[in-house]
């Protein structure tokens, strides 16, 4: 009997370098034989060749992309999309990347099937013997790792946070790739219980964090918000990203999406910055494993000089602004 894994995963929120590390992941922990798993990639526009060509080279059995006008900012849609699925294909596994939006979804899917839910897990263990699955995620601020088991569910929902693997190589496959262009054609945009009474939509942010090589990280050491500023110029300069601590984000100093850490986004640059970070665990598990952590903070004592390659006991601002003098007077030219 085939034991199936069904990933879902919407285009516009997934970055296809996020699938391709969970996709390995997956294959790596889930150790079965006639292990089959299958993604569902949901999207509102065209899926570009060059995208579709990288996902049949992924581990997986089956790809099936369901292109649809009112898979967009709306979460009915998936919702009813996912929940089909699961009735069609009768999965044993539900999971997914740890996206605000897809846990969202899957949270209802999951209440609609009565099962267990497991979000924002760094690791799974499976038990090749029962089939049965539990997670592991950071607890008690990340000194322990916390066993999360899903029992008396007839299927395992789960979310997690991987971090992304730079350069992918899996062996070529020819994976069978079905493309729907049409569904739930008498579906309404705004059907059902819920009405939409106003949308406000967050500004496009293109920072393209998860993919960058260099990443400027800033903490509250910078003490003004109008100290990003100089972030986002040393990000320009070194065609990289900024990413921020999750006390700027709760102040309101940038959207969530520049958040990175445990409960924000998981980055893999090579060269990472740390202006006035102070290390705290659930941050410093988001970071990956840079090849160059160069910190900067006032306090001597700060935990992310105990992981930093280069360390520089003065204030963050200062020292950024010297560094963007520095890299503008060295790439005058280039």
């Known amino acids: 009997m085939e034991h199936v894994i069904f990933v879902p995963a919407i285009y516009h929120v997934d970055e296809i370098s996020q ?6 992941f997956i294959d790596n922990r889930i150790a079965v034989k006639d292990k089959k798993i299958i993604l ?4 509102n526009r065209q899926v570009e060749d060059k995208d579709i060509n990288y996902l049949k080279t992924l581990p997986v059995s089956q790809i099936v992309i369901y292109e649809n006008d009112l898979f967009s900012d709306w979460e009915q849609p998936y919702i009813e999309a996912i929940t089909q699925h699961i009735n069609t294909i009768k999965p044993h596994a539900v999971i997914s990347t740890s996206s605000d939006f897809i846990k969202s979804i899957l949270a209802r899917v999951a209440a609609r099937f009565s099962c267990g839910f497991a979000v924002d897990c760094t690791d799974l263990i499976f038990d090749e013997s029962t089939h049965n699955y539990s997670f592991l995620k950071p607890a008690y601020a ?29 062996e070529a496959v020819d994976s069978k790739v079905e493309i729907v262009e049409s569904l739930f054609e008498d579906l309404k945009p705004f059907s059902g219980k819920i009405k939409i009474i106003e949308k406000n939509l967050a500004q496009n942010i293109d920072n393209k964090l998860e993919s960058a090589k260099i990443v400027i990280g800033v903490g509250r050491g910078i003490k003004d918000k109008e100290n990003l500023k100089y972030a986002f110029e040393l990000a320009n300069l070194l065609n990289g990203a900024v990413g921020v601590t999750r006390p700027l ?14 409960s924000g986004k998981i980055v893999s640059p090579q060269i990472y910055f740390a202006f006035g970070v102070s290390g705290a665990v659930h941050h410093i598990y988001g970071i990956g494993n840079p090849k160059l952590i160069i910190a900067v903070n006032k306090n001597k004592d700060a935990q992310i000089f105990k992981i930093a390659h280069y360390g ?3 204030d963050a601002t200062s020292i950024m602004k010297s560094f963007i003098k520095a890299f503008k007077s060295r790439l005058k030219g280039c």
């Open 142 to 170: 990340g000194n322990i790792n916390a066993k999360i088991s899903v029992k008396n569910s007839s299927i395992v929902f789960a979310t997690l946070k991987i971090k992304n693997v730079a350069e992918c190589s899996f």
């Open 19 to 24: 699938l391709a590390s969970l996709l390995s």
């Open 249 to 262: 984000v709760d102040m309101g100093w940038l959207d969530k999406e520049y958040q990175i850490g445990q």
């Open 312 to 314: 520089i006991v003065a």
């Open 40 to 43: 569902y990639l949901y999207s």
